[in-house]
T-cell receptor
Framework: EPEVTQTPSHQVTQMGQEVILRCVPISNHLYFYWYRQILGQKVEFLVSFYNNEISEKSEIFDDQFSVERPDGSNFTLKIRSTKLEDSAMYFC??????????FGQGTRLTVV | AQSVTQLDSQVPVFEEAPVELRCNYSSSVSVYLFWYVQYPNQGLQLLLKYLSGSTLVESINGFEAEFNKSQTSFHLRKPSVHISDTAEYFCAVSEGSSASKIIFGSGTRLSIRP
């Protein structure tokens, strides 16, 4: 069964450093998303991406965040200068036109 | 804008007992509704979804949910739970369009006692 894959599974970084979280969406999906889940809290929407551009973003997705689809298979989330409060589980998701998104296993980002 | 309320943060039940996890949503437009499950230390898995048509939807592992438009609810039920159902369950909503973001509830932790 096709699945969304994310790498790495765990990333530790120093405050102020840049991180790139990588995702390979399901191959025939056209809509891509990033969400995050701070430990013990709800899953929060960050950004949606379609047709090579951002279609919607939340207030969390400020200038420190960016997304890119550098080739036909990868979808990345970059945090330019990480803060302690960026520590969270980051989930990539993709969907087709049918409604409902499929999520990856997540990347646990720890900022120290 | 859509929102989701999960009324119970934790639901403890005995194995083989029935369970209902409650979910209410708010939206001014037509919606899609979802239940996602998160097993310990794992990602989010789509359990079931309502897009249109029959208001009762089922998953492959015995869960079902019923869309009730008048009560704006989408409660999840299972007639007999198993230890392996222990997980966090998230109700979610999106606008009735494929590209819309999904908004999650705060989750309900289902713990099964032997």
């Amino acid at each position: 069964e096709p699945e969304v894959t994310q790498t790495p599974s765990h990333q530790v970084t120093q405050m102020g450093q840049e991180v790139i979280l990588r995702c390979v969406p399901i191959s025939n999906h056209l809509y891509f998303y990033w969400y995050r889940q701070i430990l013990g809290q709800k899953v929060e929407f960050l950004v949606s991406f379609y047709n090579n551009e951002i279609s919607e973003k939340s207030e969390i997705f400020d200038d420190q965040f960016s997304v890119e689809r550098p080739d036909g298979s990868n979808f990345t989330l970059k945090i330019r200068s990480t803060k302690l409060e960026d520590s969270a589980m980051y989930f990539c998701a993709s969907s087709d036109a049918g409604g409902g998104a499929f999520f990856g296993q997540g990347t646990r980002l720890t900022v120290v | 804008a859509q929102s989701v309320t999960q009324l119970d943060s934790q639901v403890p039940v005995f194995e083989e007992a029935p369970v209902e996890l409650r979910c209410n949503y708010s939206s001014s437009v037509s919606v899609y509704l979802f239940w996602y499950v998160q097993y310990p230390n794992q990602g989010l898995q789509l359990l079931l979804k309502y897009l249109s048509g029959s208001t009762l939807v089922e998953s492959i592992n015995g869960f079902e949910a019923e869309f009730n438009k008048s009560q704006t609810s989408f409660h999840l039920r299972k007639p007999s739970v198993h230890i392996s159902d222990t997980a966090e369950y998230f109700c979610a909503v999106s606008e009735g369009s494929s590209a819309s973001k999904i908004i999650f509830g705060s989750g309900t932790r289902l713990s099964i006692r032997p």
